[in-house]
Every structure is written in structure tokens, then in C-alpha cells.
């Protein structure tokens, strides 16, 4: 599907600016994002002249111009004239200003519908309940754990042949289910789901490191905006999301975030999942989280060096650091779906551990959990009722 076409002669050059990137890069955008880049360009198009007016006197005093910046373009040559420009900080002022408007009338139009999120921990994290999910405040369930130490069946599989993401993306469409975990058996049990696997990625992640590596040696990059446009071109291959635009764009852009998803699994769940969420507006997302190997010489971590070659010191699983690392994750995904309208006052967040005897929840207050002790089976039955899938 082509993108649409505005008018909006009427609207700022650096402000029209951003949204015609988002034009350029349309093929590579999820449905949700569609959505919501129509919506504001329709928006815009009948915005009154007053919503500009600050912006628009502030362009010539920061020395924008058709020569400086012509309209519809918008390259790294802008994004430094912004930065370096002394008026930076007042650009940024107005154009907070303008969403502050823009937002809440672009929400007033999107329909909510129960939402789900879950976030799975590993079971040998060093602690018991009590010491899990402190960041967050919400409700203890007691839980009977399966035989098996294994949630995952229990939880996710309903009557035979149907699980609760492939339900999920039967209800509500592509997308519509996210799986995002360190290892695999979430994956298994969905076939209809946007899954993706820290483990079953390692062939990309190698080569992308190899090709990080490449470019930092030969010194092709002056600096990180520089640096961010040649890794551009990284695109995948086959087997790594290559024949699907929208996903091979959105794993390699998680991987080579800068923010250690190419080395640490449980960040590239944290990363990915919240990236799912800002972008793809997932109805039910799981976040399986797992041990994390410590980390070993501070200097592989910069130059993204596979950690297995770069030294000779045995990998060691670091179960404390995967702890503390997850009490922090736990709070960023809630917090992350909380800054959007289509997760507000609709969305059951459920936060389990393998093997543990209890789980949090926080959800709005007509969701169906009953009092006492679940068995896996009941929170699999009460996430369908809820969403009514």
C-alpha cells in the first residue's frame, strides 16, 4: 500500500519534515503505525494557523531557509543544523508544545479494547515471590504450579489445537500477538504469532557484529549519526526476516540499538518488547525473559565483539545479575505500554515465574480473577474471557 498524500504547504519545514521521513520509510512501518501517521497527517491538514505560528516565526530567527532546508528533505545535514542551531532548545519548546495539542485530539479517536501483557522469569532466579515484581505495585495471586516446573503449556494452551496468541491474531490480525523471549518454548506454542527468539537470532547477531566490526576498523564513520546511516544498509539476508520488509527493519534496527541487545538476551527481550509496543500496539504481548551470562571485558561490550571469542574466560551464568537486571525491565515494559492510549484503563499486566507459587497482577478492576488460589489452566481461561478471544 502506497503512502497517503497531505497538503501541508501550511505546516513548518522542520516540522512537516519528520513526517515526511516517516512517509519515506512507510513500507517498513507496522499497520499500527499506518494508523496513527494518517490520522495526524489528516489532522494536520486542517490544523488551524495558530497551532504553527510560534514555530513558524522561530524558523527565520534559527536561519531556515530554502536553501538551508529545502522542503520535503530531511537529512543528517538538518538533523545537525537542528542540534547545533542556539536555538535548539525553544525548536524543542514549540514543537512539545504542538503535540500537546496534536496528541490528545489524535487518542480521542482510537477505540480501546482489553489488552494483555505478559511477563514470564526464568526459574532460577535466586529468590523466592516476595522478593519478585518490587519495583511494581498490584495484586499477589496465589498459584498452583503445574507438575511439570514448565508453565508454558498450562498457560498458553487452551482447548487442543488453539493457543492464546493464535487466538489472539485470529480475533485481531497481524501483529496482533507479540512472543518475545530468550529461548523458544513460547514460540512453540504459537504458530500464527510475531515471534522472535534471542537464541534462534545468534546466525544475524554474529554477522552483524563481524559487520560493526568491519566498519569501526576501517574508520569509514566519522560519528555515531554517521555511523547510525551506514547501518542502515545491513539488511538481512535470507533466513533472517529478509522476505518480510516491516519485521527485517524492525529486528535489525532492536539488535543495533546501541544499547547491548546484540550481547545480552534478556535486553533484547526489554528492548524488542518495548519496541513492539510504541510501535506494532500489540492486543497481547509475552515477554519471556531468561539467565543472562555475565559479562566480560568491558572492552568486547563496546566494540560489540562476540564475548565466546573475544576472551578465553569460560562463560558463567550470572543468576543474581539477572535478578537485578529484571526488577528493572519488569518496571520499564508496564511503564512503557502505560504511555499510550490504546494500553490505558484496558490492559491486564501478569507477571509470573516458572515454578513460583504465585504471580502479580496489575489490571483494571472488571477483570475476571477470582479470589483464592489459580491453577494455570484458570489464568489461561481468564485472559480469554477477558479479551474475548
Not at 480475533?171 to 523458544?184: F, I, L, N, P
Not at 501478569?350 to 477470582?370: K, N, S, T, Y
Request: net charge neutral; proline share 8%.
Amino acid at each position: 500500500m502506497p503512502p497517503p498524500r497531505f497538503d501541508f504547504a501550511h505546516v513548518p519545514v522542520t516540522f512537516a519534515a519528520y513526517f515526511n521521513e516517516q512517509l519515506r520509510t512507510w513500507e517498513t512501518l507496522f499497520p499500527a503505525e499506518h494508523n496513527y501517521f494518517e490520522r495526524l497527517g489528516a489532522y494536520l491538514e486542517k490544523a488551524p494557523g495558530r497551532l504553527f505560528a510560534p514555530l513558524l516565526e522561530l524558523e527565520p530567527r534559527m536561519g531556515v531557509s530554502d536553501k538551508t532546508w529545502p522542503r520535503g528533505r530531511f537529512t543528517l545535514e538538518q538533523v545537525d543544523f537542528l542540534n547545533r542551531n542556539a536555538l535548539y532548545p525553544e525548536w524543542r519548546r514549540i514543537i512539545t508544545a504542538i503535540f500537546d495539542v496534536v496528541n490528545p485530539a489524535l487518542d480521542a479517536a482510537v477505540k480501546g479494547q482489553p489488552r494483555i501483557v505478559m511477563v514470564m522469569s526464568p526459574a532460577d532466579l535466586p529468590v523466592g515471590p516476595d522478593r519478585m515484581w518490587t519495583r511494581l505495585k498490584g495484586r499477589r495471586v496465589p498459584l498452583k504450579p503445574p507438575e511439570d516446573i514448565s508453565t508454558t503449556p498450562a498457560l498458553l494452551l487452551g482447548p487442543p489445537g488453539e493457543s492464546l496468541p493464535d487466538l489472539c491474531v485470529r480475533a485481531r490480525g497481524a501483529h496482533s500477538a507479540w512472543v518475545v523471549e530468550t529461548g523458544a518454548a513460547l514460540a512453540a506454542c504459537s504458530n500464527a504469532a510475531t515471534r522472535l527468539s534471542y537464541d534462534k537470532l545468534r546466525v544475524y547477531r554474529m554477522r552483524l557484529m563481524e559487520e560493526v566490526q568491519k566498519i569501526a576498523e576501517k574508520g569509514e564513520v566519522r560519528g555515531p549519526r554517521q555511523l547510525g546511516e551506514k547501518l542502515r544498509t545491513l539488511s538481512p539476508k535470507a533466513g533472517e526476516w529478509a522476505s518480510d520488509p516491516v519485521m527485517g527493519e524492525f529486528v535489525r534496527a532492536t539488535l543495533l540499538a546501541g544499547n547491548g541487545t546484540l550481547l545480552v538476551n534478556n535486553t533484547f527481550v526489554e528492548w524488542a518488547g518495548v519496541q513492539a509496543i510504541r510501535r506494532a500496539k500489540p492486543s497481547f504481548l509475552i515477554a519471556g525473559f531468561g539467565i543472562r551470562n555475565k559479562v566480560k571485558a568491558f572492552s568486547s561490550l563496546l566494540i560489540f565483539a562476540d564475548q565466546d571469542q573475544a576472551t578465553p574466560i569460560p562463560t558463567q551464568a550470572d543468576m543474581l545479575g539477572s535478578y537485578v537486571d529484571l526488577e528493572v525491565f519488569y518496571q520499564y515494559i508496564w511503564q512503557e505500554a502505560g504511555k499510550y492510549v490504546e494500553y490505558r484503563s484496558n490492559t491486564a499486566y501478569l507477571f509470573l515465574a516458572e515454578g513460583m507459587d504465585e504471580m502479580l497482577v496489575i489490571a483494571p478492576p472488571d477483570i475476571p480473577i477470582p479470589n483464592g488460589t489459580m491453577d494455570l489452566s484458570a489464568v489461561n481461561r481468564t485472559c480469554r474471557e477477558w479479551m474475548a478471544i
